[in-house]
């Protein structure tokens, strides 16, 4: 079975510091990973996909598959990036797609 | 392009009724996929319909289901509703049926009472 884990419910950072939201995953295949985020009075809206590899907002996510990991990453954290943050994992060539339980980010600033 | 639209935005109904949720997809994208998102935790996938066939189905009871239309529209039914069907509900859509990035609505909140 596929599963995703955010350990952390709540984040907070001060403003120009580093964060990192950590997504652990359970699968046995070949999964496709994403960040989504929701901004306040928002809809969710896709941050990354593992397989695009690029930056978004300043923001990177590696794929561990030796950990089964997913961190997603920022050097610099802005106030502008607090936000809810979902990982979600779905097996390849499905649409399936399994979200963690989120992670408020808080940056202070 | 208004990207992935949902009707009602918000529904209040009462134990035992039924209720139907509308989705409009993006234009173009043929997939359609329904997530329940209780408060506190993130979307639990319902259905996917793909060229209006069914494509997956999470773990709901059969008091759920529901369907696509040729336009690529869809609606999700609830039949004898729960207090724990209290929820808002996402549809998503996608260009295709194997995987990729989904697109999401504001969701319909749905209170029974």
């Known amino acids: 079975a596929q599963r995703v884990t955010q350990p952390e419910k709540l984040l907070s950072v001060f403003k120009g510091a580093p964060v990192e939201l950590k997504c652990n995953y359970s699968y046995s295949g070949s999964p496709e990973l994403f960040w989504y985020v929701q901004y306040s009075r928002q809809r969710l809206q896709l941050l990354l996909r593992?397989?695009s590899r690029e930056s978004i907002k300043g923001f990177t996510a590696d794929l561990n598959k030796g950990e089964t990991s997913f961190h997603l990453k920022k050097p610099f954290a802005q106030e502008e990036d607090s936000a809810m943050y979902y990982c979600?994992?779905?097996?390849?060539?499905?649409?399936?797609?399994?979200f963690g339980a989120g992670t408020r980010l808080t940056v202070k600033p | 392009d208004a990207g992935v639209t949902q009707s009602p935005t918000h529904l209040i109904k009462t134990r035992g009724q039924h209720v139907t949720l509308r989705c409009s997809p993006i234009?173009?994208?043929?997939?359609v996929s329904w997530y329940q998102q209780v408060l506190g935790q993130g979307p639990q996938f319902i259905f996917q319909?793909?060229?209006?066939?069914?494509?997956g189905r999470g773990n709901f009871p059969d008091r759920f289901s529901a369907r696509q239309f040729p336009n690529y529209s869809s609606e999700l039914n609830v039949n004898a509703l729960l207090l724990g069907d209290s929820a808002l509900y996402l549809c998503?859509?996608?260009?295709?049926?194997?995987?990729?990035?989904?697109?999401f609505g504001p969701g319909t909140r749905l209170t029974v009472l």
């Open positions: 593992h397989i």
């Open positions: 319909y793909y060229e209006k066939e069914e494509r």
């Open positions: 979600a994992l779905s097996p390849y060539n499905n649409n399936d797609m399994r």
């Open positions: 234009s173009g994208h043929k997939s």
């Open positions: 998503a859509s996608s260009l295709a049926g194997g995987g990729g990035p989904q697109f």
